[in-house]
């Protein structure tokens, strides 16, 4: 939210009380034994006794939960009662220091210092990592703010409430992630809402908001709030990033990593690591469509089109039309279209393949599931006690009430059904139009902060039914909506893009601002959801779409099977559906890591090479693991401009060496820049066939560049994710 006008006026309807001195502080201890610093800031400077009086006083909280990370806590009225959702947040035991002298009092988590100023007239809080600056809240940062009425001179009662802060930024500080935002690569000068959103890949909405965003200076910043938090990001005021919510107090955490991957490293221990996908998933998916018409006779055909042409199929999904129309969702095949529901799914899993069926929380009227679920209260309600209804999707329509442990069982027993028939991943649709006006949860959740936190709780219940029915490590899900700690339900997808050049850059930006935002695994709808692409666009985002690190050829009203477009879609849908496969002893070693550390796969230019400057702002390619560049081409031309960092890098597809700054190049349906890096030693496994085998079975190792006397290991996993094979490769 804007509070200025420009940079001195406030604007007229608002009533700001800013932190400005440091009245005194204290150290704290929780019943566990934690250390905090509370230190007590005036709204105006006290110079006198009477100045105590008739002002606010803003109470800031520092705390640790975890090494190098340090928790600010804003308040202004301590007697306001709380109401969740919270973010979950996995905590350490840490000793902080506090140190104080004439002028300052720090709090230190490990190399991280919040160090305040004490000094009359001069309220700031600097924020250093080895004695360095990196950001500091100062003059007209901290704050809280009520919005007058319209009557001159008067206050809104309380309930209006605003707190807000900023934080300085660098001469060429670039602000990242913020969730999968399609708007430009950089955010600075955007003004970002966390408003979870269904509005496609075109708008500034956004299906997947994480209040969290990282710098190129080190560090990144989590805004501790699950409501509609506001982000400013050099745009009211050019030199800070400014967050608001609303209420009476605010809490964020400044995270020192050191480097881009450190900064995630520390925020995914916090918010959750990412559960690691089964092997199987990494394989092409094809899907139904949405309002195709099909049955077991059309989705064979196209199981049987796609191993007659050799092009390897890993996962089939039937979208929504599985279910009858008007009672989505009652998880009952449709008894015209599919009559023997179980047979077919044994068939299709004699052939190899698995099975994903689209879901979604809402709860048609005419489902037979609505009368069961309002009688039992498993719906979400009105504050007088109806049901909440909405003719918007469904006619009819209700929404589980995801804060009801019944409900969720209840829920999750309908779709164990489905999952012992045979189906064997979910696609967790919808999760962003979840109302705020005249709803009650029955848990008393805040309606304002569980709009975004639904899906949490949503995706999380249904990926812990997959993890019980399927076992540990055979989980997945194919996501739409998030928010902050959802990383650890892999995995998601974009959402529903255009059949353009244009949207596969917004597509492939998005993604690059989820690497950002901890999220390990993310996929898109290949050649995109809405219309119908041309032959060049579906090809061209094939070789993308095979190049992430999950792969789903899906669209709206038309199939997406590739001899609909034309024979060459045909042979590129093969070669680079054989190549990921080949590919996979390399992915899925990248897999463990993102699991493992946080780090994912799809990296930004910048978090592999932070010390290269031309990296800073790439947002048209990126590194697949550490290993290999992809550029994809965005132009019917077949042209692409790159960025190659330092070295001489080798094109595994042509064979090609190139070398460190820019190219522009062109390049046939057939190929891309697919450069693997210097120094490095690629692992190839021998089979073309599928994604889940065995990767030591005819494994190659492709050293390219190893200086002489280095050694590069390698370590090769099983499809469980355990190394069973370690190499060393000598330059």
């Not at 009092?105 to 210092?113: P, Q, R, V, Y």
């Not at 164990?416 to 979910?426: E, K, W």
């Not at 809405?530 to 190049?547: C, H, M, N, S």
């Not at 094109?651 to 210097?678: A, C, Y």
């Given at each position: 939210?804007?509070?200025?006008?420009?940079?001195?006026?406030?604007?007229?309807?608002?009533?700001?009380?800013?932190?400005?001195?440091?009245?005194?502080?204290?150290?704290?201890?929780?019943?566990?034994?934690?250390?905090?610093?509370?230190?007590?800031?005036?709204?105006?400077?006290?110079?006198?006794?009477?100045?105590?009086?008739?002002?606010?006083?803003?109470?800031?909280?520092?705390?640790?939960?975890?090494?190098?990370?340090?928790?600010?806590?804003?308040?202004?009225?301590?007697?306001?009662?709380?109401?969740?959702?919270?973010?979950?947040?996995?905590?350490?035991?840490?000793?902080?220091?506090?140190?104080?002298?004439?002028?300052?009092?720090?709090?230190?988590?490990?190399?991280?210092?919040?160090?305040?100023?004490?000094?009359?007239?001069?309220?700031?809080?600097?924020?250093?990592?080895?004695?360095?600056?990196?950001?500091?809240?100062?003059?007209?940062?901290?704050?809280?703010?009520?919005?007058?009425?319209?009557?001159?001179?008067?206050?809104?009662?309380?309930?209006?409430?605003?707190?807000?802060?900023?934080?300085?930024?660098?001469?060429?500080?670039?602000?990242?992630?913020?969730?999968?935002?399609?708007?430009?690569?950089?955010?600075?000068?955007?003004?970002?809402?966390?408003?979870?959103?269904?509005?496609?890949?075109?708008?500034?909405?956004?299906?997947?908001?994480?209040?969290?965003?990282?710098?190129?200076?080190?560090?990144?910043?989590?805004?501790?709030?699950?409501?509609?938090?506001?982000?400013?990001?050099?745009?009211?005021?050019?030199?800070?990033?400014?967050?608001?919510?609303?209420?009476?107090?605010?809490?964020?955490?400044?995270?020192?990593?050191?480097?881009?991957?450190?900064?995630?490293?520390?925020?995914?221990?916090?918010?959750?690591?990412?559960?690691?996908?089964?092997?199987?998933?990494?394989?092409?998916?094809?899907?139904?469509?949405?309002?195709?018409?099909?049955?077991?006779?059309?989705?064979?055909?196209?199981?049987?089109?796609?191993?007659?042409?050799?092009?390897?199929?890993?996962?089939?999904?039937?979208?929504?039309?599985?279910?009858?129309?008007?009672?989505?969702?009652?998880?009952?095949?449709?008894?015209?279209?599919?009559?023997?529901?179980?047979?077919?799914?044994?068939?299709?899993?004699?052939?190899?393949?698995?099975?994903?069926?689209?879901?979604?929380?809402?709860?048609?009227?005419?489902?037979?599931?609505?009368?069961?679920?309002?009688?039992?209260?498993?719906?979400?309600?009105?504050?007088?006690?109806?049901?909440?209804?909405?003719?918007?999707?469904?006619?009819?329509?209700?929404?589980?009430?995801?804060?009801?442990?019944?409900?969720?069982?209840?829920?999750?027993?309908?779709?164990?059904?489905?999952?012992?028939?045979?189906?064997?991943?979910?696609?967790?649709?919808?999760?962003e139009r979840i109302p705020v006006k005249d709803v009650a949860y029955f848990d008393g959740s805040d309606r304002l902060k569980m709009h975004n936190y639904y899906t949490f709780l949503y995706n999380q219940m249904v990926f812990n039914?997959?993890?019980?029915?399927?076992?540990?490590?055979?989980?997945?899900?194919?996501?739409?909506?998030?928010?902050?700690?959802?990383?650890?339900?892999?995995?998601?997808?974009?959402?529903?893009?255009?059949?353009?050049?244009?949207?596969?850059?917004?597509?492939?930006?998005?993604?690059?601002?989820?690497?950002?935002?901890?999220?390990?695994?993310?996929?898109?709808?290949?050649?995109?959801?809405?219309?119908?692409?041309?032959?060049?666009?579906?090809?061209?985002?094939?070789?993308?779409?095979?190049?992430?690190?999950?792969?789903?050829?899906?669209?709206?009203?038309?199939?997406?099977?590739?001899?609909?477009?034309?024979?060459?879609?045909?042979?590129?849908?093969?070669?680079?559906?054989?190549?990921?496969?080949?590919?996979?002893?390399?992915?899925?070693?990248?897999?463990?890591?993102?699991?493992?550390?946080?780090?994912?796969?799809?990296?930004?230019?910048?978090?592999?090479?932070?010390?290269?400057?031309?990296?800073?702002?790439?947002?048209?390619?990126?590194?697949?693991?550490?290993?290999?560049?992809?550029?994809?081409?965005?132009?019917?031309?077949?042209?692409?401009?790159?960025?190659?960092?330092?070295?001489?890098?080798?094109?595994?597809?042509?064979?090609?060496?190139?070398?460190?700054?820019?190219?522009?190049?062109?390049?046939?349906?057939?190929?891309?820049?697919?450069?693997?890096?210097?120094?490095?030693?690629?692992?190839?496994?021998?089979?073309?066939?599928?994604?889940?085998?065995?990767?030591?079975?005819?494994?190659?190792?492709?050293?390219?560049?190893?200086?002489?006397?280095?050694?590069?290991?390698?370590?090769?996993?099983?499809?469980?994710?355990?190394?069973?094979?370690?190499?060393?490769?000598?330059?």
């Open positions: 939210m804007k509070f200025t006008n420009g940079y001195w006026h406030i604007k007229p309807e608002m009533d700001p009380h800013f932190a400005t001195q440091y009245l005194e502080s204290a150290v704290l201890t929780d019943p566990s034994g934690k250390k905090s610093l509370n230190v007590l800031a005036a709204t105006k400077p006290i110079r006198g006794r009477g100045d105590t009086l008739n002002s606010a006083t803003l109470d800031v909280t520092f705390s640790a939960p975890r090494e190098n990370i340090i928790r600010v806590r804003i308040s202004h009225f301590a007697g306001v009662r709380e109401k969740g959702p919270f973010f979950e947040t996995f905590e350490e035991t840490v000793s902080p220091a506090i140190s104080e002298t004439p002028s300052t009092i720090s709090f230190t988590s490990g190399a991280l210092e919040a160090r305040v100023h004490k000094e009359a007239g001069q309220w700031q809080v600097d924020f250093l990592a080895d004695g360095k600056l990196l950001t500091f809240s100062g003059y007209h940062g901290m704050a809280h703010i009520l919005k007058k009425t319209a009557v001159t001179g008067s206050i809104v009662p309380p309930g209006d409430p605003y707190m807000t802060e900023s934080l300085m930024l660098d001469v060429g500080e670039y602000i990242y992630g913020l969730g999968e935002r399609f708007t430009p690569y950089i955010k600075n000068g955007q003004e970002v809402t966390m408003w979870n959103a269904d509005g496609g890949t075109a708008s500034e909405l956004a299906y997947k908001n994480i209040p969290f965003y990282m710098t190129n200076r080190g560090y990144g910043v989590f805004v501790e709030e699950s409501s509609d938090v506001s982000f400013e990001v050099a745009s009211e005021k050019v030199e800070r990033v400014q967050f608001s919510v609303s209420g009476e107090s605010l809490t964020y955490d400044i995270i020192y990593g050191g480097t881009p991957k450190g900064i995630l490293e520390l925020y995914t221990a916090l918010t959750g690591r990412p559960a690691l996908p089964p092997a199987w998933s990494f394989g092409l998916w094809l899907s139904t469509s949405f309002t195709t018409n099909y049955d077991e006779a059309t989705v064979s055909s196209f199981i049987d089109g796609m191993a007659e042409r050799d092009i390897p199929l890993s996962v089939f999904h039937f979208d929504c039309f599985w279910m009858r129309g008007f009672r989505w969702c009652d998880f009952k095949w449709d008894p015209d279209t599919f009559p023997d529901p179980e047979g077919m799914l044994k068939r299709y899993h004699d052939k190899g393949l698995h099975i994903c069926c689209w879901i979604n929380p809402y709860i048609g009227q005419r489902s037979e599931l609505f009368a069961e679920g309002a009688e039992k209260g498993y719906l979400l309600k009105k504050a007088n006690g109806d049901v909440w209804q909405t003719d918007m999707w469904q006619a009819g329509m209700g929404i589980l009430d995801v804060t009801n442990p019944a409900a969720r069982d209840w829920y999750a027993g309908k779709l164990r059904d489905l999952l012992r028939m045979g189906v064997d991943a979910l696609k967790t649709d919808f999760g039914l997959l993890k019980e029915e399927r076992g540990e490590g055979e989980a997945v899900l194919f996501a739409r909506s998030a928010t902050a700690g959802s990383q650890q339900f892999p995995l998601h997808w974009g959402g529903d893009n255009s059949a353009s050049y244009i949207s596969m850059a917004e597509t492939l930006r998005a993604g690059l601002s989820m690497s950002h935002s901890g999220f390990g695994f993310w996929s898109h709808d290949i050649s995109g959801f809405e219309q119908t692409a041309p032959a060049d666009v579906y090809k061209r985002w094939i070789a993308f779409g095979l190049l992430s690190s999950h792969s789903r050829l899906h669209g709206s009203s038309s199939y997406r099977v590739p001899w609909l477009f034309d024979e060459e879609s045909v042979k590129v849908a093969r070669k680079f559906s054989r190549l990921k496969n080949r590919l996979m002893p390399y992915l899925y070693q990248k897999a463990v890591e993102a699991h493992e550390t946080g780090v994912p796969m799809m990296r930004p230019m910048m978090l592999e090479f932070p010390e290269d400057p031309a990296c800073e702002t790439l947002d048209r390619q990126y590194m697949l693991g550490d290993k290999l560049l992809v550029a994809p081409v965005f132009a019917s031309s077949g042209e692409v401009t790159y960025y190659v960092p330092e070295g001489t890098w080798l094109n595994i597809l042509t064979g090609e060496k190139v070398s460190q700054g820019w190219h522009k190049d062109t390049f046939d349906f057939m190929s891309l820049p697919l450069l693997q890096r210097p120094g490095t030693v690629l692992p190839l496994g021998g089979c073309e066939e599928r994604p889940d085998y065995d990767y030591t079975d005819g494994l190659e190792l492709q050293a390219w560049e190893v200086p002489e006397g280095a050694e590069v290991v390698v370590k090769i996993p099983d499809i469980k994710g355990n190394t069973v094979m370690t190499k060393v490769v000598k330059g």
